[in-house]
């Protein structure tokens, strides 16, 4: 297995792994309604191409005997009261056949070095409430809860 920065030839990988990843979610979430997720190929082109060629943001990708199993993404997040910067994971899913066997943590040691490399102190992600192993997972790899998300969708 290896972990790699995607670039621009790894689009549409990364869009089908976020909408697996989002499936994947819904399955967990509510399981009788089995919503399969098109949100990142249907909206996700654009920011994916400012994304990927930024150097506050990376995009990684797990690959094992030429297939994607997983993938990354963070960024840059200012912290202007402390005049600094941190690294936020947006997204990170690791497809359930193959988690348990160390990929998610080579992404995240990745993730790690990435913000090291830049300077950061600390990485922070959220995780949805329902989604108790991925924050298990979490607690194992050193993260610790710490507050609650609040979001409000304006148009």
């Known amino acids: 297995m290896t972990i790699n920065k995607a670039d621009k030839t790894h689009k549409q990988i990364v869009l089908k792994l976020l909408d ?7 399955r967990i979430i509510n399981p009788e309604k089995k919503i399969v997720s098109t949100t990142a190929q249907e909206n ?3 920011l994916f191409e400012k994304m990927v060629d930024s150097p506050t943001s990376a995009i990684f990708l797990a690959e094992d005997s ?3 199993i ?3 993404t963070v960024n840059a997040l200012p912290q202007f009261r ?3 910067y941190i690294a936020e994971v947006e997204e990170m899913f690791v497809y359930p056949e193959h988690q348990g066997k160390g990929v998610a943590i080579e992404l995240l040691n990745t993730v790690e070095k990435w913000a090291k490399e830049h300077t950061m102190s600390y990485i922070r992600l959220e995780s949805g409430n329902e989604l108790a192993r991925a924050h298990g997972f979490y607690e194992k790899a050193g993260f610790r809860h710490y507050a609650k998300a609040y979001e409000k969708h304006i148009k």
């Open 44 to 46: 996700g082109g654009q």
């Open 66 to 68: 030429g297939k994607y």
């Open 20 to 26: 697996d990843f989002r499936t994947e979610c819904h």
């Open 82 to 84: 402390y005049g600094r």
């Open 70 to 72: 997983g993938v990354a």
